[in-house]
């Protein structure tokens, strides 16, 4: 197995499918979904410790995700690493799965992994069969949910390191042990996930607040599996948010019939930020 920080780049697996591959288009359409009227415009939030954003095409959840990440240049002064968590939707994963590269690749240049946030995941392991932190390159190669977040990062918290983190299974308690240090003054967890899958729009808006409710009341148990694709990601969240006596707050949700998308088979989006 090749070790973790050896000088390796991780390419883009979905540029030109879920965003645009070219540079410039890339960012024009990340500017404009950052600046783009929101129906309702957020607070700052000073102290921002994560933020919860949609992973779709950006033609689909664009609009969404840039209210949330509209509230990240103001701390640029303080954040100064990312941890990123989402879900695998090609290989199956227990516990975190940690990519091993030393940059991730983007249209728009390439961010820094965190070396040091990676060994302290990988190193809390030792001698633990299975480990709960380990190497997942093989589920982060052709994985789109936390690919789509690295051009948004780019543009609102630039020269920030990034770790991505892809959940599975385990208890969110355990998990969010192991995550508890981005619980920091220089840190950020960023949560991708979408919510209900493929039912009719207005389902899909009676589930989705459902979900929310579940979300703003930081209860990791009221998240279904069918209520978010990343569900374990989401949940880990909360139950870190919920140790340290954290306020969740909704940014925006919607559906993809409010974007491009079919009103008889949605999926829906929100966006969240979590504060002390």
Known sequence: MRRPGQSSVRRPAVAGLFYPREPDLLDEQVQRYLQAPAPREPEPAPRLRAIVVPHAGYVYSGPTAGVAYRLLPPLGD???????LGPPHRVPVWGLAVSGA?????????V?????????????????TPPIASVGDVAHAHEHSLEVQI????????????????????????????IDSWWAEDAL??????????????AARRHDA???????????????????????ALRTLLA????????????????????????????GYGAFAVED
Do not use: K
């Not at 967890?189 to 207005?202: C, I, K, N, R």
């Open 240 to 267: 870190l948010a919920a140790r340290h006596g954290a306020a969740v707050r909704e940014l925006d949700r919607r559906t993809s019939a409010d974007t491009a998308g079919d009103p008889d088979r949605v999926v």
């Open 151 to 178: 051009p948004f990062l780019q543009r609102t918290l630039p020269g920030t390191t990034v770790l991505p983190v892809l959940v599975g299974d385990g208890s969110p308690s355990t998990l969010a042990d192991r």
């Open 189 to 202: 967890v960023v949560v991708s996930t979408d919510l209900s899958h493929y039912e009719p729009d207005a």
């Open 102 to 110: 030393r940059e991730w690749e983007s249209p728009l240049g390439t």
């Open 112 to 128: 820094t992994l965190d070396e040091v946030g990676r060994r302290h995941l990988l190193d809390a392991d030792v001698g633990q």
């Open 210 to 232: 459902r979900t929310s409710a579940a979300v703003l009341a930081c209860d990791p148990s009221g998240i279904a599996d069918r209520d978010a694709c990343g569900a374990q």
């Open 78 to 84: 303080r954040v100064r690493r990312v941890l990123l």
